[in-house]
């Protein structure tokens, strides 16, 4: 499981990558979704952020469609 430091005020923390079971928790999203996020988008805290939100848009969107 990939370790961060959580605080933001530590210098290039944007660049640290985030823990899984965080990261899934701060979007509402599974674990193995958040795995698949992080493993896309890299280390950057801004690019995940920013690929979480489309796709928990894209899921809720989905889930309107389906009967």
Same mark, same amino acid.
């Given at each position: 499981?990939?370790? +961060?430091?959580?605080? $933001? $005020?530590?210098?290039?923390?944007?660049?640290?990558?985030?823990?899984?079971? +965080?990261?899934?928790?701060?979007?509402?999203? $599974?674990?193995? !979704? !958040?795995? @698949? +996020?992080?493993? !896309?988008?890299?280390? *950057?805290?801004?690019?995940?952020?920013?690929? !979480?939100? *489309?796709?928990?848009?894209? @899921?809720?969107?989905? $889930?309107?469609?389906?009967?």
């Amino acid at each position: 499981m990939t370790k +961060v430091r959580i605080t $933001s $005020s530590t210098p290039g923390a944007e660049k640290e990558p985030y823990e899984i079971a +965080v990261f899934a928790r701060k979007y509402g999203m $599974s674990e193995k !979704a !958040a795995e @698949v +996020v992080l493993s !896309a988008n890299g280390p *950057s805290r801004t690019a995940c952020d920013a690929a !979480a939100r *489309s796709f928990m848009e894209a @899921v809720a969107r989905r $889930s309107k469609k389906q009967p």
